[in-house]
């Protein structure tokens, strides 16, 4: 037999490589005719748990379908980051409500990756930030 | 658009803060510190979202699941019915009448009572003096009350009758005028008329307060015995003059019509749906960018000082006041207008401010010269699938239609729409209850990714049910994905394999399953059926073992066909390793730059059986034919066989059984 599967070992690998080549960046300059796939953005919680997979997971699967077959597809992410929720935890916890999210942000950014969606992080969007709100 | 209004919010005046109907519990106390809760009227800035009702109650062209259209057309609660006035003039005041609005203009010859709202302002003018004491008691009791147990059908019903009296123009019967809390004032009028015998509540406030109950519907033999409840369905109309005979359903235009021609009345639409309130008196959100100043009232900060920011350094903890009124950098600034000396709007917006048009951003999430670019815009907008919980079917869905409609009236979008396809996914229940930190069942990915990998993780949840309803987690089914992605790693990989040189039928079989696996694989994803798109994978990779363990595979064009299409089809659910396969098997990155494999029909749809051909019982002939085969053509195709027809020739044939898949049977005497 040639060689064990090695799941971690060949995932990261790969998530490197196509986020260094931009592999899933997508623009306008396309011949192809435009797909726009969106998954409801997490709250910045802190943890992803595999309920948030069950949403994310499938919604990447059908958006590289479509991508397969020939479309432009858009499949973006990001945070939704103000709230109540925030807002007590960080009470709670006795933080800052920004970073908490922000600590948050980091670490979902981190478990998203894991997934190996075709997001586009150049888009990620959060509903907390300056440049977001100021047009709210 | 926006606008500000005086609007009664429940207020905790313990914790000083404004509280979600939610937030108060069943028997009207905070449900943090027991304070029973008040109703306070506080200036709050509002959406005028009620602009678009009908058009929010439209779904045309979209495709998303029924119930979501109909808890949105619920949220919108259109009724049709009559705004109805009744006559007050007899007490001087500049209100000469007191409008109503009726879904049921049918029973208005039933009115026996009307009952106006205790905040409604002219409970205060009529309120006779001697009434007076009674009425201000109760007002200041319904204050204490939240809006959920007001409007709550199970309790004992409550009110007080003020004093004055309001003629019914259609028959000039003068009614006392009651307050009760179950009228809200921020619905409708804020007035109702009373009608207990086709009413239920107000039966049974009737029945408390010895109102009378008349009917004016009557139920099919109906013989005038006393209701002992309301009869609320449709009937024939009685003590009704004129309308006396109708059918009530006809009542209900006839007698609109009549009350609009003598002016009593008009036809009119009321909605359930109000206005959107987008104050929040909390610190973690955006600031309104709104300016307070002395001379020139309010003004919105200029478009080039946008953002507002929040500071940080502010004291965010709850005091009941907006945190932001007690940081004074924040809050002092210059007029927009003057540039005299102005205080900023301290309250924050609502979250779903925020989270109702990030779909717009993401087109140009660095744009710095407006919300979005809108060439960009026009090129990717509208989101074709949107996917998400059902848990968003009002707010949030219902929040970004209106964003999206406003946003093209003032000439920025040119759709009507933002999400033409809807789809709800399902939850994943863990100890039979919904996955979610709150309740502590969480499984974290993490672990599993580290010992699994992304891709078996993807593939289970993809198995666990049906997409639209979700399944519950075991971690033994992920073993068991696992298994599968381990299988298919050495099969494409494993050098060993049979001896045998493929024969010219098993080439044949594993052609007609590649091609009938793309077509359904491909059905599947398009239809968002994952779990029956694995199950054809599985099936697919075990006829694959089962060719390669007895044949010699290597530089056979069918086997490579089938490794290829395997691939492909796998890789948008195991994107890591279809990738790393692809490259082992010598061909160039990237899988995911390829196109979806594609079946020809011949090919998918080649299943063949076998069907047997007898004469009198006895087998003549087998035929090689496609499974699709009907009846007709089965029969037809036996009797045209020449072996058969030397056994048919002088024969009259009686009759022909068939049995579906298997054989022709032709009785011959």
Request: proline fraction near 5%; hydrophobic fraction near 35%.
């Amino acid at each position: 037999m040639s060689e064990k599967y090695n799941p971690p070992e060949i995932e990261k690998k790969w998530r490197q490589k196509w986020e260094s080549d931009h592999l899933y960046a997508v623009s306008e300059n396309s011949d192809r005719p435009k797909r726009y796939e969106l998954t409801m953005f997490p709250y910045t919680s802190g943890n992803l748990h595999v309920g948030h997979w069950f949403a994310m997971a499938p919604a990447d699967v059908h958006a590289r379908f479509m991508r397969m077959n020939g479309y432009n597809v858009i499949h973006p992410i990001g945070f939704d980051a103000f709230g109540l929720p925030a807002e007590n935890a960080a009470i709670k916890q006795n933080i800052h409500p920004h970073k908490w999210t922000m600590d948050n942000v980091e670490n979902m950014r981190r478990q998203l990756r894991t997934i190996g969606a075709i997001y586009d992080w150049d888009r990620e969007v959060i509903t907390c930030q300056p440049d977001y709100y100021r047009w709210t | 658009m926006a606008y500000r209004a005086n609007a009664p919010a429940n207020w905790c005046p313990k914790c000083q803060t404004v509280l979600a109907n939610e937030q108060v519990t069943g028997e009207g106390v905070c449900e943090r510190c027991d304070t029973p809760v008040i109703r306070k009227d506080m200036e709050q800035w509002f959406f005028r979202i009620t602009k678009y009702a009908d058009e929010l109650m439209q779904h045309d062209g979209l495709d998303w699941p029924e119930r979501v259209k109909i808890m949105q057309r619920n949220w919108v609660g259109r009724s049709e019915g009559a705004e109805i006035s009744f006559d007050i003039s007899e007490y001087g005041f500049d209100e000469k009448e007191i409008r109503v609005f009726t879904t049921r203009p049918d029973t208005t010859f039933g009115v026996t009572f009307m009952v106006l709202a205790p905040e409604h302002p002219l409970v205060k003018k009529l309120t006779t003096p001697e009434c007076r004491e009674k009425v201000e008691e109760y007002v200041d009791w319904c204050r204490r009350q939240s809006e959920i147990e007001r409007l709550s059908t199970e309790k004992e019903k409550t009110g007080v009758f003020i004093g004055a009296y309001a003629t019914n123009r259609l028959n000039g019967d003068r009614v006392p005028i009651w307050i009760t809390d179950y009228v809200l004032f921020s619905y409708g009028t804020g007035a109702v008329m009373a009608v207990p015998g086709h009413d239920q509540r107000d039966f049974e406030m009737a029945a408390k307060f010895g109102m009378d109950i008349r009917v004016v519907i009557a139920p099919e033999e109906y013989n005038g015995e006393e209701f002992t409840e309301a009869y609320e369905e449709p009937g024939t109309m009685t003590n009704s003059a004129q309308f006396d005979g109708m059918p009530s359903e006809k009542g209900k235009k006839a007698i609109t019509e009549w009350m609009g021609k003598e002016g009593f009345g008009k036809g009119a639409i009321s909605y359930r749906l109000r206005d959107w309130l987008i104050s929040r008196q909390r610190y973690w959100g955006a600031p309104i960018p709104m300016v307070y100043c002395d001379k020139c009232g309010i003004v919105p900060v200029l478009e080039k000082d946008l953002p507002v920011l929040l500071p940080e350094d502010a004291e965010f903890k709850p005091t009941g006041e907006s945190p932001l009124k007690y940081h004074e950098a924040f809050v002092n600034t210059t007029c927009p207008q003057c540039g005299g000396p102005a205080r900023r709007e301290t309250d924050t917006l609502d979250t779903f401010m925020c989270s109702n048009w990030y779909f717009l951003r993401y087109a140009s999430p660095k744009y710095e010269d407006g919300p979005f670019d809108p060439e960009k815009i026009k090129y990717w907008l509208p989101v074709d699938l949107y996917t998400g919980g059902v848990e968003h079917a009002v707010m949030h869905l219902f929040y970004a239609r209106f964003f999206t409609k406003a946003l093209r009236d003032i000439g920025l979008l040119n759709f009507d729409e933002p999400f033409l396809k809807l789809f709800n996914q399902g939850t994943i229940i863990l100890n039979q209850q919904k996955m979610s930190k709150s309740r502590g069942n969480v499984v974290d990915p993490d672990d599993l990714v580290a010992e699994y990998g992304a891709d078996a993780v993807r593939a289970y949840l993809m198995f666990i049910g049906p997409w639209e309803q979700g399944g519950e987690w075991n971690d033994n089914g992920l073993v068991g994905l696992s298994r599968w992605i381990n299988r298919i790693w050495n099969l494409i990989l494993e050098k060993k394999s049979g001896t045998a040189s493929i024969a010219p039928e098993t080439e044949k079989e594993l052609r007609h399953h590649t091609h009938k696996t793309i077509k359904k694989v491909h059905n599947d994803l398009d239809a968002l059926q994952f779990n029956t798109m694995l199950a054809a994978l599985m099936e697919f990779t075990n006829l694959l073992g089962k060719v390669k363990e007895a044949n010699d595979v290597k530089g056979n064009a069918a086997w490579q066909e089938a490794i290829e299409a395997l691939l492909l089809m796998l890789a948008p659910t195991a994107p890591h390793l279809t990738e790393e396969l692809w490259e082992r098997i010598g061909y160039t990155y990237s899988i995911h730059n390829q196109s979806f494999p594609v079946w020809e029909e011949a090919l998918a749809a080649a299943d063949e059986i076998t069907l047997v051909v007898q004469v009198n019982g006895k087998v003549r002939e087998k035929l090689a034919v496609p499974a699709s085969i009907g009846e007709e053509e089965a029969k037809q195709l036996a009797q045209s066989q020449e072996k058969i027809k030397t056994h048919l020739d002088n024969h009259e044939i009686v009759k022909i059984i068939y049995v579906p898949g298997k054989l022709v049977n032709i009785v011959v005497k």
